[in-house]
């Protein structure tokens, strides 16, 4: 049973405009949220994180939406650009519980910015 | 070299086979994870490793065997695989402070090792 989906496979954007990549999550103890952006033939890079404590966290272009109600998160890239394009894993954590090494990770949503 | 290297990039082996995928971290990190990721599914954990000892083995089938020599080198021995195990294979590395209510410890990942077994 899948703890973290990411249920787009794939998003399309025009360059410029907004981007929002979308994951829900099932486990309650997950307390801590991350995206990590990989492009093709690269490993996955840190992007963003965000805290349970809070419900928005923002880094330049890119901002993370927590709503825990829901068991929510999104991220925004705005303004979109081209080299934005690649796949971007969500992944949870739940630190309080002592496993901060641990992250569970969602199958990725493949972003493409067209110019 | 900087970063999580990984090597080969590519492997193509026999069911018979016996091969080893090498990863190496420049980053003075304490904690390594081998992770793989199949056609359409999520990143899986299999193994952690921090200073130098095994701190998780995520059910991963004994045919898939790591080693830790020191804290910059992590080895996936593998033998006897089956077609299903191919997949991406991907090391990562992150500092090792896992105290409890910190903060996730990011990890930094290698390119991948690309495995097939036929």
């Known amino acids: 049973d899948q703890q973290v989906k990411q249920n787009s496979p794939s998003l399309s954007v025009q360059e410029g405009r907004i981007s929002i990549l979308n994951c829900d999550y099932t486990n309650s103890m997950f307390d801590y949220f991350l995206w990590y952006k990989k492009y093709p033939a690269e490993g996955p890079t840190f992007l963003i994180s965000i805290s349970s404590i809070k419900d928005k966290n923002e880094d330049g272009r890119f901002t993370v939406f927590l709503n825990k109600s829901a068991k929510h998160l999104s991220l925004h890239i705005v303004p979109s650009q081209p080299g934005d394009s690649a796949v971007y894993f969500c992944a949870a954590s739940a630190v309080r519980g002592g496993s901060n090494y641990k992250l569970t990770f969602g199958k990725g949503t493949l972003l493409t910015v067209n110019p | 070299e900087t970063g999580v290297t990984q090597t080969p990039r590519h492997l193509v082996m026999g069911m018979t086979n016996k091969k080893s995928l090498k990863c190496e971290q420049h980053l003075g990190h304490n904690a390594m994870y081998w992770y793989k990721q199949s056609a359409k599914k999520p990143l899986e954990l299999m193994f952690v490793y921090n200073f130098k000892e095994q701190t998780e083995n995520n059910s991963v089938p004994s045919r898939f065997s790591p080693e830790c020599p020191n804290s910059s080198h992590l080895f996936l021995h593998l033998h006897t695989l089956q077609p299903e195990d191919s997949a991406l294979y991907l090391c990562?590395?992150?500092?090792?402070?896992?105290?409890?209510?910190?903060?996730?410890?990011?990890?930094?990942f290698g390119p991948g090792t690309r495995l097939t077994v036929l």
């Open positions: 990562a590395s992150s500092q090792g402070e896992w105290l409890a209510g910190g903060r996730p410890d990011t990890q930094y």
